[in-house]
C-alpha cells in the first residue's frame, strides 16, 4: 500500500504542473479575449460606465481624448480635470494637464495654458506631449519664439515621435523659421 502511495504522489507532482500550465495558458487567453477594444464602444456607453465607476481613469481618457479630438472641449475638460485631481499615476495626470492647457489655449488664455502645460512637465519632464504643446505654445509668442523654436527643434530629433507628429512640428518650424 505504502509503495503504490508513493507512485501515485510522484506522477501528481509530475503531472500537476503540466495541469497548471494548460490551465493557465487557457485562462490567459480567456482574459485577452475578454479585453474591450474601446474602438466598438460608444461615447454614451462609455459616459455610463464611467458614470458608475468614476475612477476608471484610463477609459475616462480615452473618452476624453475623443472628445478632445472632435474639439468638443466641452464635454472632455471635466474627463481630464477629474483625471488631473484624482488620479496618482503621474504619466496620466501629466497628461490630463496637458490636454487642459492646450484646451486652455485654443479658448485664447496662453498665460493660464502655459501654467497647466508646465505642471504637466514638472510632473512628468519627458513628456513628449506637455513638451510639444509648449513649444508650440512658446512658438507663437515674438518673445519667447526662440525658445519655442529650440524646444521644437530638440523634439525632431527624438525617435519615440509619430511621423504624424513630426510632421506637424516640421510645419510650424517652417512657418517660424525666418
Known amino acids: 500500500m505504502l509503495k503504490n502511495k508513493w507512485f501515485y504522489a510522484g506522477i501528481f507532482l509530475l503531472l500537476f504542473p503540466l495541469f497548471l500550465l494548460f490551465n493557465l495558458n487557457e485562462n490567459t487567453s480567456n482574459i485577452d479575449n475578454a479585453s474591450t477594444n474601446l474602438e466598438n464602444v460608444s461615447n ?4 455610463k460606465v464611467i458614470e458608475l465607476n468614476p ?4 477609459m475616462r481618457i480615452a ?5 478632445f479630438e472632435e ?3 466641452s464635454n472632455a475638460l471635466p474627463h481630464f480635470m477629474y483625471v488631473a485631481q484624482n488620479v496618482e499615476d503621474l504619466e496620466l495626470k501629466s ?9 486652455v489655449h485654443d479658448s485664447g488664455d496662453t498665460p493660464t495654458s502655459l501654467n497647466y502645460i508646465e505642471e ?10 506637455a513638451k510639444t504643446y509648449y513649444g508650440i505654445i512658446l512658438i507663437q509668442q515674438e518673445e519667447t519664439r526662440n525658445e519655442g523654436y529650440e524646444i521644437l527643434t530638440l523634439l525632431k530629433t527624438n525617435p519615440v515621435l509619430s511621423k504624424e507628429d513630426l510632421g506637424i512640428i516640421e510645419e510650424i518650424l517652417e512657418i517660424y523659421e525666418n
Do not use: V
Open 55 to 58: 475612477d476608471i481613469f484610463p
Open 44 to 47: 454614451a456607453e462609455m459616459e
Open 120 to 129: 504637466a512637465l514638472a510632473i512628468s519632464p519627458d513628456s513628449l506631449l
Open 63 to 67: 473618452l476624453a481624448n475623443r472628445y
Open 71 to 73: 474639439f468638443n472641449y
Open 95 to 103: 497628461l490630463a494637464l496637458s490636454q487642459i492647457g492646450w484646451m
